[in-house]
């Protein structure tokens, strides 16, 4: 079962403001396209990265829509890559998962994030 969730704190070092700076990378464990194709989705700033790939900034994602299924949770992100309109599957056996990665999905396209039955469920 992959549930982790990994939380680095920007080292003081290379921080703007020492030791004063909450900056964070934050990564899912994830599936990403199917079950079973084992991924860490990136949060650095206002970017989101699977893997090594260079990822998208949080402006070019649309929506998304999250869905229940027999394993778990699919969440489908819909995006857009120069100018074309492209669909991403990120998967997650736990609710929590789930619901905690859309509130960070959220916060990168900049708005407010729903509480996490809200995005699950739509209440």
């Known amino acids: ?62 929506s998304y829509s999250p869905e229940r299924s027999g394993r778990g949770w699919t969440i489908r992100l819909y995006y857009t890559d120069a100018g074309e309109k492209k669909l991403a599957h990120f998967m997650f056996y736990e609710e929590n998962q789930a619901a905690y990665f859309l509130e960070f999905v959220d916060s990168i396209r900049g708005k407010q994030s729903r509480s996490a039955l809200e995005q699950l469920f739509g209440y």
């Not at 964070?24 to 990136?42: L, M, S, T």
């Not at 650095?44 to 402006?59: E, H, Q």
Request: a neutral charge; charged letters at 15%.
């Open 1 to 62: 079962m992959i549930s982790a969730i990994g939380l680095s704190l920007a080292s003081p070092a290379l921080a703007q403001l020492g030791a004063a700076d909450s900056s964070r990378n934050v990564y899912f464990d994830a599936y990403c396209g199917k079950w079973g194709n084992h991924c860490k989705v990136y949060f650095r700033g206002t970017r989101m990265s699977v893997d090594n790939s260079a990822g998208i900034d949080g402006s070019q994602i649309e």
